[in-house]
């Protein structure tokens, strides 16, 4: 279960610009930017689909981990005062392309609400 384009960016098989990365979260750069800093958070376990697979008592951490990766790379990459959003697609409906948990950290632009 849980093998995506990102398992292969996890093992280092595929290239990607990566900007962070700990014991448990990687982060780099979306091959399709939204916006001038469009940034890809994951947790490195891959049997997490959606956000709906969340367990708060199994992936407190892994989530905090993530949030905390978020806010470093913001401000390794200016953006924490000026403002960013972070986006997590889960399911058909919200256009999920990969099964695979990940947070969008979008920002360097002023961004629209609400998004389409
Ligand atoms: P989502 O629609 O929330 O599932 O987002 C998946 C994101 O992964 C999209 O924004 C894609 O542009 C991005 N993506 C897909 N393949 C790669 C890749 N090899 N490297 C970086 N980003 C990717």
């Given at each position: 279960?849980?093998e995506?384009?990102?398992?292969?960016i996890?093992?280092?098989e595929i290239?990607?610009?990566?900007?962070y990365?700990s014991?448990?979260?990687?982060?780099?750069?979306?091959i399709?930017?939204?916006?001038?800093v469009?940034?890809?958070?994951?947790?490195?376990?891959?049997?997490?689909?959606t956000?709906?697979?969340?367990?708060p008592?199994e992936?407190?951490?892994?989530?905090?981990d993530?949030f905390?990766a978020?806010?470093?790379?913001?401000?390794?990459?200016?953006?924490?005062e000026?403002?960013?959003?972070?986006?997590?697609?889960?399911?058909?409906?919200?256009?999920?392309?990969?099964?695979?948990?990940h947070?969008h950290l979008?920002?360097?632009?002023?961004?629209?609400?609400?998004?389409g």
């Amino acid at each position: 279960m849980g093998e995506t384009i990102f398992s292969k960016i996890i093992r280092k098989e595929i290239p990607a610009d990566i900007v962070y990365e700990s014991e448990t979260v990687l982060a780099f750069r979306d091959i399709k930017p939204q916006a001038p800093v469009h940034i890809l958070i994951i947790p490195k376990i891959t049997d997490i689909e959606t956000a709906k697979d969340i367990n708060p008592a199994e992936h407190g951490q892994l989530l905090a981990d993530m949030f905390d990766a978020a806010n470093k790379i913001a401000k390794d990459l200016g953006i924490s005062e000026s403002g960013y959003r972070l986006v997590i697609n889960s399911g058909p409906d919200a256009g999920q392309e990969v099964c695979h948990l990940h947070m969008h950290l979008l920002g360097g632009r002023k961004l629209n609400w609400p998004p389409g």
